[in-house]
Nanobody, 121 residues
Framework: QVQLVESGGGLVQPGGSLRLSCAAS????????MSWYRQTPGKQREMVAV???????NYARSVKGRFTISRDNAKNTVYLQMNSLNADDTAVYYC???????????????WGQGTQVTVSS
């Protein structure tokens, strides 16, 4: 069984910063993709940032230059550093990982429980 635990969300003023964390635990052999998505009420979940093992990253156009995704493979943890936040960044943020568990050749994907980010003065 694999668990994802997110932390770091909260209320921040426009122009401020937050850092989200998502730690994966369980019978993990290797993690291939670690990413962040976000969702607001009535809208589809959208990709924010993706990190594929091997150093390739990709960002949504709306966050490029303000957000940075990084990962600590030793801790099975992915981070999202969010700077210059604005009201449009208000959403529930979810981490999403693609990994291989021990004793299996399958690739499996998991979602975190979500963490609320609210940007407001």
């Amino acid at each position: 069984q694999v668990q994802l635990v997110e932390s770091g969300g909260g209320l921040v003023q426009p122009g401020g910063s937050l850092r989200l964390s998502c730690a994966a635990s369980g019978s993990i052999l290797s993690i291939y993709v670690m990413s962040w998505y976000r969702q607001t009420p009535g809208k589809q979940r959208e990709m924010v940032a993706v990190d594929t093992n091997g150093g390739s990253t990709n960002y949504a156009r709306s966050v490029k230059g303000r957000f940075t995704i990084s990962r600590d493979n030793a801790k099975n943890t992915v981070y999202l550093q969010m700077n210059s936040l604005n009201a449009d960044d208000t959403a529930v943020y979810y981490c999403y990982v693609v990994l291989r568990v021990m004793a299996s050749t399958e690739m499996r994907s998991y979602w975190g429980q979500g963490t609320q980010v609210t940007v407001s003065s």
